[in-house]
């Protein structure tokens, strides 16, 4: 022991006097010294590297000596030496001069970092990570001077710019700890996470490989177990208030699965499947228990809606079986009491309403719809100035017509309630219209010929196309995966309106920027006529170096940018170049197609050649409003392109693609429609079938009824309108008795467990689409029915005469044409009357002539008179014009001059197209 001291002493000591030398040497040096070994032995090609306020000033390396020397400025400097993987880093300070400067190195180890630092709960790396190499106390180890401090935080000296990130130097044949923290950005929140595990003596110069995932697998594994137990406290929450949850649960079970199988995979060491199905159940479990919270909130608000539309069919169904008012409310009241208590105890969303509120506002929908069932028929009477009944003075009678038809066939209208209940339910209970969250896929035919991978933004679409995130991180990330054999990256400009620059009056408006082996893998290179490809300079197309000007070698200037034109590409053989997509290489733009003066139509097309430029990756970064736009994959032979598109979709969120000679296969994280009961669809349009051959049956049963109704001074809207009233009398009851049997299905699937894999309908929505269900499928068998109500028409009767008094030759006769239009249609009937009478005008007797259409004013001229004087003496000049009676409803009237028996003949005329065009129109 004595010995081996004194021997480093006099090492130590004659190191000292030859750097003492060296120093009277080499005065013109500013810092000298030497490195040494832990047994005091000169080190060589040991870096020495300068850093003054965090920058690098200058690096030296040892010689055989072991000596270094750099000449500075006088100042404060910051020193670190590495000697490579064999030694631990080492750092010193020093203020002005320094010479003779001993660094005693220590043996050291190093750690291999393999894997990603990810979990399941975030498709972004880390923003940031910190890796400390502590002692058995816990303390970060500073043996050297430099603490044993790494990551993405530590720049300048406290970096070792010589080894990868992922290369983490430790104490040789001893213990240690390795500490990691990581930061994420999760939803809107930024969240740390650490890990820690201890390493064992490794001897000097040696390795130890670990592989991150053997621990940040067992965290992912707590997140999702995390997520489990919420949506099972969740499920059991739920069923309390007596939702029907077998869809919910079967998702639970799918994902339990999907962690069992992840940790089988952890126990094989397939870290990569693991994390997979860990994130596969998380994210139904997630998803899950958001589907769960937007049922509790629209359940919660939807019970309300629920309780007035069931008092609505309540009343209803009052109305149709009892005329006297007293008894009525008696009814209503009866029968609101029981459907309300039946929707109590079947609808979920009822138990998560304290009970007094729920009575409170059943006794309000009471009160308050018997309010207004009492001043129903009120609401709408309205008074007429002109002798007319107004249509909407005919809803009560309308209303109690379709009633009567009601009553008057029971059996008819039973069988149809029966029908459209039972529709109704089906619709309820066995369909379900959901959103899911998870891995969208779809295909396509072959796009090109290329086969691989590549990947975009995850939001990225053709009209709106969005940056990947690529840096330092990112490129190892890729670059580490097992399935990847090479990498190519295309940067791109976003589609602009107007070019980025001009140079020497030629327009740029797209520029690519590419890696070498992106160039070669497109074949660039196959397209050049002159020069290389570019490396520090730009490619130009062959028309752009006409117009321009410029040559190979000499400079194109692009604000403080000064590139040389590396080579000159073909333009016919650049646009013919294809993208891994199948799409062309050539840049896009924003193009306005419409005419000058005309608002502008923008559409996305492809530059011209002329107008694009080819540029190095690391040179287009300085370019704005430029980003990645796609990385595209070769991958390894043993590896499946799909499975590794899809692996990126799942696990970074990217819009990823697959490509082979067979197909073409994209992958996307985000939310797809799922959609259950298409089977249900043939059972549905029986039924709707069956409502049709009862209505057509109606039809013919009810047209005698029609005709009496018309002749009696219905108009066909009216007569219609009674139809409509009882689609909605019915639709109204069936959809109410259809909901809430759906509603006591679910109840009995539940008692008898029974998991249809339905997602429950408590939305005050799927109320509405009941009813509307109901009343569209009997409108469907009513339509033939509501085209015969314009068969006989009292206003359009042939019959009629004109007021004696009021014209003559002086003054126009004044005639009413019969007809009622909406404003919607003047248009349609003044051009059918148009047309009709310009068929008059070849007439070889009497003929129309002089015919004017102001369409501004809505008003038809013109004359009427005999051909021949053979023929007689009939001559009429006539005016056709609207007249707006109210907001909804217009009239026709015409104006003529001439002698009365001729007027009487030309309105004739008038009122005959007028037929027609009724006719026409419930055709």
């Known amino acids: 022991m004595r010995r081996k001291g004194f021997r480093q002493y006099a090492l130590f000591t004659l190191a000292y006097i030859v750097i003492l030398f060296f120093g009277y040497g080499v005065a013109s040096a500013d810092i000298d010294g030497m490195i040494l070994d832990p047994d005091g032995q000169p080190v ?463 327009q740029v408006y797209g520029v690519i920027g590419g890696t070498v082996t992106e160039f070669d893998n497109i074949g660039l290179g196959e397209v050049l006529i002159s020069g290389s490809l570019p490396l520090h300079g730009v490619l130009i197309s062959e028309s752009f170096s006409e117009e321009s000007s410029i040559q190979l070698g000499e400079h194109v200037s692009y604000g403080g940018l000064s590139l040389p034109v590396d080579g000159i590409f073909e333009d016919s053989a650049f646009s013919r170049l294809r993208d891994l997509d199948g799409t062309p290489y050539l840049s896009e733009k924003w193009v306005n197609i419409s005419p000058e003066g005309e608002n502008p139509t923008w559409v996305i097309e492809e530059v011209e050649t002329s107008e694009q430029m080819i540029i190095n990756l690391d040179t287009i970064s300085s370019f704005p409003l430029v980003g990645v736009r796609r990385i595209g994959f070769s991958l390894e032979s043993s590896f499946s392109g799909d499975e590794f598109a899809e692996r990126l979709a799942l696990e970074r969120g990217y819009l990823a693609y697959s490509s082979t000679d067979e197909s073409f296969m994209f992958y996307r994280l985000g939310n797809y429609f799922e959609g259950k009961g298409a089977s249900l669809i043939i059972p549905w349009v029986i039924v709707v079938l069956n409502v049709v051959v009862t209505m057509l049956n109606s039809m013919f049963e009810r047209r005698k009824e029609i005709e009496i109704l018309s002749s009696v001074g219905l108009n066909p809207a009216q007569v219609s309108a009674i139809f409509v009233a009882e689609a909605t009398i019915t639709g109204f009851i069936a959809g109410g008795l259809g909901y809430l049997a759906g509603l006591g299905v679910y109840k009995g699937l539940a008692y008898l467990n029974i998991g249809l894999q339905v997602h429950q309908k408590v939305s005050a929505v799927w109320s509405l689409a009941s009813i509307g269900l109901a009343i569209s499928a009997i409108l469907t068998g009513a339509y033939a029915a509501l085209r015969n109500s314009t068969v006989i028409t009292p206003s359009l009767m042939r019959r009629w005469q004109i007021d004696k008094s009021s014209g003559g030759f002086d003054k126009p006769w004044k005639l009413r044409i019969p007809v009622i239009l909406e404003p919607e249609e003047v248009d349609l009937y003044l051009g059918f009357m148009e047309e009709q009478l310009q068929r008059l005008t070849t007439h070889p007797i009497e003929m129309t002539s002089r015919i004017k259409f102001n369409k501004d004013e809505r008003r038809i001229t013109f004359i009427y008179r005999s051909v021949q004087a053979s023929t007689g003496t009939l001559y009429t000049k006539n005016e056709i014009k609207i007249v707006r009676s109210d907001e909804s409803e217009c009239t026709v009237e015409m104006d003529s001059i001439g002698d009365s028996s001729y007027v009487h003949v030309v309105g004739s005329i008038v009122r005959r197209i007028t037929l027609d065009y009724t006719s026409m129109k419930s055709d």
């Open 44 to 506: 060589e090609m040991a870096n020495v590297t300068f850093f003054r306020d965090f920058l690098r000033i200058g690096v030296v390396s040892t010689d055989a000596s072991g000596l270094f020397s750099m000449e500075l400025d006088e100042g404060y400097y910051v020193c670190q030496v590495n000697a490579g993987l064999d030694y631990l880093p080492s750092m010193f300070r020093v203020n002005g001069s320094v010479s003779g400067k001993l660094v005693s190195l220590q043996h050291g180890a190093y750690i291999d970092l393999k894997g990603d630092l990810q979990y399941i709960d975030s498709e972004v790396l880390p923003l940031q990570v910190e890796i400390f190499i502590k002692d058995s106390n816990g303390a970060v180890i500073n043996s050297t001077g430099f603490p044993l401090k790494f990551g993405t935080n530590y720049q300048g000296f406290n970096k070792i710019f010589e080894i990868p990130l992922n290369i983490i130097p430790i104490p040789a044949d001893k213990s240690s700890t390795v500490s990691i923290n990581s930061t994420y950005l999760i939803a809107t929140r930024v969240v740390t996470r650490g890990l820690e595990f201890d390493i064992g003596p490794i001897g000097a110069g040696e390795s130890n490989i670990i592989d991150l995932r053997f621990y940040t697998l067992l965290t992912s594994e707590r997140i999702s177990r995390s997520s489990q137990e919420a949506l099972e406290s969740r499920l059991a929450e739920m069923e309390g208030y007596g939702f029907y949850l077998a869809r919910q649960e079967t998702a639970l079970t799918t994902g339990v699965r999907q962690i069992d199988e992840a940790k089988g995979y952890y126990d094989d060491s397939e870290y990569a499947k693991s994390f997979d199905s860990l994130k596969r159940g998380y994210i139904l479990f997630v998803h899950t228990n958001a589907e769960l919270d937007a049922m509790y909130r629209e359940a919660s608000f939807s019970v309300f809606v629920l309780m007035g539309f069931l008092a609505v069919s309540s009343f209803i169904l009052g109305y149709l079986v009892i005329d006297e008012p007293i008894s009525r409310v008696i009814v209503d009241m009866v029968v609101y009491t029981i459907s309300l208590t039946f929707f109590y105890f079947t609808y979920p969303g009822s138990r998560t309403i304290p009970l007094n509120i729920f009575a409170l506002v059943a006794m309000g929908f009471l009160l308050g719809f018997t309010v207004i069932g009492r001043f129903f028929p009120d609401i709408f009477r309205i008074g007429s100035s002109d002798g007319r009944v107004h249509t909407r003075n005919l809803v009560a009678p309308i209303f109690n017509l379709a009633k009567r038809s009601l009553r008057k066939r029971k059996l008819r209208f039973l069988l149809t309630l029966i029908s459209l209940t039972l529709l109704v339910m089906s619709f309820v209970t066995l369909t379900s219209f959901s959103e899911g969250y998870g891995v969208v896929t779809g295909s396509s035919q072959p796009k090109s010929s290329w086969n691989g991978v590549f990947i975009r933004d995850g939001s990225w679409v053709k009209y709106d196309p969005t940056f990947l995130s690529y840096d330092t991180p990112e490129e190892e990330w890729l670059l580490n995966q097992d399935e990847v054999q090479s990498l190519y990256v295309k940067a791109e400009n976003l589609p602009l309106r107007g070019p980025m620059f001009t140079f020497n009056g030629v």
